[in-house]
């Protein structure tokens, strides 16, 4: 009985493992103070950026 035991916990184990594999959480991935403050600063940057008016070859604003 003790044999059969093992068996049955060391394939129970297995499919546990198995099925975790397979839902993964649905919580999101942990992102470092220091990189949302790089994330921060591209955005504010790209904001910046896209927000001059474009300069077309003869130097007139469009």
């Known amino acids: 009985m003790n044999r059969r035991k093992k068996i049955i916990k060391k ?3 297995k499919d546990k493992k198995a099925n975790a594999k ?15 403050e790089k994330l921060a600063e591209q955005a504010v940057g790209d904001q ?9 070859e003869k ?3 469009e």
Do not use: F, M, W
């Open 22 to 36: 397979l839902h993964k959480s649905s919580k999101p991935v942990y992102v470092s103070k220091a990189e949302r």
């Open 48 to 56: 910046i950026i896209s927000e001059q008016p474009d300069i077309t």
């Open 11 to 13: 394939l129970q184990k």
């Open 59 to 61: 130097g007139t604003v």
